[in-house]
């Protein structure tokens, strides 16, 4: 990394494992999870978001949360998800971009959703989502401020958060969280604001990314495309091997807080260490032929979600919305054909998928 030392990339599944259990060891809080260093003022924005909080405090705040993220409180929300992939799938018919057009729909809609968001504000909030992953791709990040655009969207909540104060609570996420108590006090307007930027952000764009590289995947694989259109309760294990092999998040960070070891390689105290899910989901000490795409793959422990401490709180949200809309998707096109390249987002952090030209065929 240009001016600085560089990082640590750990790369064997019970390494990434290790690294996940230890946050007194590898802190998610001193400099956050990129790789690159924020300027002390962004990192001073990031301290209300659970992803950037080590225990005691992460799990103060993450307890309390964890309540409304069971799977039984997300399983409710099926017929909702199915009623806004119906709807969306409805509407998309003939040639389509289907990252853009389609697949970075539902997520938006299901998140605007989950917080109570009126319908009329959604395709902000995926923009807003949209315009903090693509950062780093000269292509996407055209003439708008990422900084300039995350401060909008928290403005937007801090206002969304006293409005709703002010009515009677409703049952959704935002009336929850306002009543809710984290670290012995209620949340202010401003955690609030900093709380639903992270969760707009991790809820979007890897879930995108699961239904439209997950797609690909399955375009590739036409004889197992097909098996999952006879067999239909293959669907579950097809995310999780969608998940495994297309893992929408490349790595997460942590920094070192002591001198310690890794597998016998020396880590000083404050050296910077990642760990790339992507090569843990490949570890052919875990994986047989781990290169192949296999939806029938049993066990299939990937660690696309993060393990320990910080496990994807989103994980029974994103596995619903993967195999309801997948469900629709196969049920609705008999035909699915990919009428072009498929481009890929240019971004270390997420591996998505910028743009997927397909023909859907009723
Ligand atoms: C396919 C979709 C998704 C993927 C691949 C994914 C991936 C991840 C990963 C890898 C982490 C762990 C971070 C770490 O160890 O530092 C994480 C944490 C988190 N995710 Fe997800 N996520 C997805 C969907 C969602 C959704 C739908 C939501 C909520 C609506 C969500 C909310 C969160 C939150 C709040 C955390 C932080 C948890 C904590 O720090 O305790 N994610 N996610």
Same mark, same amino acid.
């Given at each position: 990394?240009?001016?600085?030392?560089?990082?640590?990339?750990?790369?064997?599944?019970?390494?990434?494992?290790?690294?996940?259990?230890?946050?007194?060891?590898?802190?998610?809080?001193?400099?956050?999870?990129?790789?690159?260093?924020?300027?002390?003022?962004?990192?001073?924005?990031?301290?209300?978001?659970?992803?950037?909080?080590?225990?005691?405090?992460?799990?103060?705040?993450?307890?309390?949360?964890?309540?409304?993220?069971?799977?039984?409180?997300?399983?409710?929300?099926?017929?909702?998800?199915?009623?806004?992939?119906?709807?969306?799938?409805?509407?998309?018919?003939?040639?389509?971009?289907?990252?853009?057009?389609?697949?970075?729909?539902?997520?938006?809609?299901?998140?605007?959703?989950?917080?109570?968001?009126?319908?009329?504000?959604?395709?902000?909030?995926?923009?807003?989502?949209?315009?903090?992953?693509?950062?780093?791709?000269?292509?996407?990040?055209?003439?708008?401020?990422?900084?300039?655009?995350? +401060?909008?969207?928290?403005?937007?909540?801090?206002?969304?958060?006293?409005?709703?104060?002010?009515?009677?609570?409703?049952?959704?996420?935002?009336? =929850?969280?306002?009543?809710?108590?984290?670290?012995?006090?209620?949340?202010?307007?401003?955690?609030?604001?900093?709380?639903?930027?992270?969760?707009?952000?991790?809820?979007?764009?890897?879930?995108?990314?699961? =239904?439209?590289?997950?797609?690909?995947?399955?375009?590739?694989?036409?004889?197992?495309?097909?098996?999952?259109?006879?067999?239909?309760?293959?669907?579950?294990?097809?995310?999780?091997?969608?998940?495994?092999?297309?893992?929408?998040?490349?790595?997460?960070?942590? +920094?070192?807080?002591?001198?310690?070891?890794?597998?016998?390689?020396?880590?000083?105290?404050?050296?910077?260490?990642?760990?790339?899910?992507?090569?843990?989901?490949?570890?052919?000490?875990?994986?047989?032929?781990?290169?192949?795409?296999?939806?029938?793959?049993?066990?299939?422990?990937?660690?696309?979600?993060?393990?320990?401490?910080?496990?994807?709180?989103?994980?029974?949200?994103?596995?619903?919305?993967?195999?309801?809309?997948?469900?629709?998707?196969?049920?609705?096109?008999?035909?699915?054909?990919?009428?072009?390249?498929?481009?890929?987002?240019?971004?270390?952090?997420?591996?998505?998928?910028?743009?997927?030209?397909?023909?859907?065929?009723?």
């Amino acid at each position: 990394m240009p001016g600085e030392p560089g990082y640590w990339a750990v790369l064997k599944h019970a390494d990434v494992a290790h690294v996940a259990r230890n946050p007194e060891l590898f802190s998610a809080e001193r400099q956050g999870v990129l790789l690159e260093n924020l300027p002390p003022e962004r990192l001073e924005q990031t301290r209300n978001m659970i992803l950037m909080m080590d225990p005691p405090r992460h799990t103060e705040y993450r307890k309390p949360l964890a309540e409304h993220f069971k799977a039984r409180v997300i399983g409710e929300m099926e017929d909702r998800v199915r009623e806004l992939s119906r709807a969306l799938l409805e509407s998309a018919d003939g040639d389509v971009e289907f990252v853009h057009d389609v697949a970075g729909v539902l997520p938006s809609q299901v998140v605007g959703g989950l917080f109570g968001i009126p319908a009329e504000d959604w395709p902000s909030i995926r923009q807003w989502a949209e315009q903090s992953t693509s950062q780093q791709d000269p292509e996407l990040v055209g003439d708008f401020d990422v900084t300039a655009e995350l +401060t909008k969207m928290a403005i937007y909540a801090i206002q969304f958060a006293m409005a709703r104060r002010a009515q009677e609570p409703k049952a959704d996420l935002t009336s =929850l969280i306002l009543a809710g108590e984290f670290g012995g006090k209620a949340m202010s307007d401003l955690e609030f604001g900093s709380f639903f930027t992270q969760l707009v952000t991790a809820g979007n764009d890897t879930t995108k990314t699961m =239904l439209s590289s997950g797609l690909e995947l399955l375009l590739q694989h036409p004889e197992q495309l097909a098996a999952l259109r006879a067999d239909p309760s293959l669907i579950p294990g097809a995310v999780e091997e969608i998940l495994r092999v297309a893992n929408p998040i490349h790595y997460f960070r942590r +920094t070192a807080t002591a001198d310690t070891e890794i597998r016998g390689v020396p880590i000083k105290a404050g050296d910077k260490v990642a760990m790339w899910y992507t090569s843990a989901n490949r570890d052919e000490d875990v994986f047989a032929d781990a290169q192949r795409f296999d939806i029938r793959r049993n066990p299939n422990p990937h660690l696309s979600f993060g393990l320990a401490q910080h496990f994807c709180l989103g994980v029974h949200l994103a596995r619903l919305e993967g195999r309801v809309f997948l469900e629709e998707l196969l049920a609705r096109f008999p035909k699915i054909e990919q009428t072009g390249e498929s481009r890929r987002i240019r971004s270390n952090l997420n591996n998505g998928l910028k743009s997927l030209p397909l023909r859907l065929t009723r």
